[in-house]
């Protein structure tokens, strides 16, 4: 189950001044904790697909002796753990609380429910958890999605602030590049077209300040595309959470069943 804490909107709705969503949101918290998200997943993404196609590639190739299935469950594991910080980083600050997965359980075989097998039991519930691939699938899919929200983000952040407060740091060109402007046009003839007349300078501001107002919503779209991958592919499936329960609710009607045996035993001794 994964719980979305995207409530700024409804805080700013309830408690804060009218003032119109479109002029808000460049300034919230929630559109900057969402590009911090983008900007920190980068390297993550590179770690964990770095972990998962080395370990993966390592153990199917040891596959042909003993040592390639622990060596997979082991991935798997692994993989589950890396699982747990990116929920974590994700109710930080995408404000999305998904629930822990199910734990990998062997079969139980006995009346009291206790695994049998120990390690190799362990190993064989690893490899048959469809959670545990769930998080080596996200491992790789997660890549190329983060390096996609990393580079818009950060291009549209940077360009949409740069243009609209152009007027601020305009005086930097002339003063440390000898140039009268931003230079927007050059050739090898050396002719070249520079903002700095007022009007350009106030136009470059307008640009910017359109783009600083529509960058938000680009990013809380591509915030919501990572919203469901972490929730999809990291957070429990409703089947195996159902099974975890009936299995759950089996194992204290056995123990219940067991103590009413030995209760009955103990009176007619």
Known sequence: MAIDYGSDRRRAAAGSPRVPAVLRAPL?????????????GLPVAVVLFSYAVTMTALGIGLLVTFLGVPVLAATLAGARGLGALERMRARGLLRLDVAEPEPVRPRRVNAKGRPRGGLM???????????????LLYMVLHFPWAIFTFVTSLVLMTVAWGLFLYPVWQWTQPTYL????????????GYAFYL???????????IGLVLVLGTPWVIRGLAQVDRLMVSGLLGPSRLAERVWELEEDRGVVVDTAAAD????????H
């Open 28 to 40: 919230e918290g929630r559109t900057w904790r969402e590009f911090l998200y983008f900007l920190t």
């Open 121 to 135: 039991a362990w190993v064989g519930a690893l490899l048959k958890s469809g959670t545990s691939w769930r998080h």
């Open 178 to 189: 000898g140039q009268p402007g931003m230079q927007l046009y050059g050739d090898s003839d």
């Open 196 to 206: 700095d007349s007022p009007f350009e300078v106030g136009a470059t501001c307008g």
């Open 261 to 268: 045996l030995r209760r009955i035993e103990r009176d007619l």
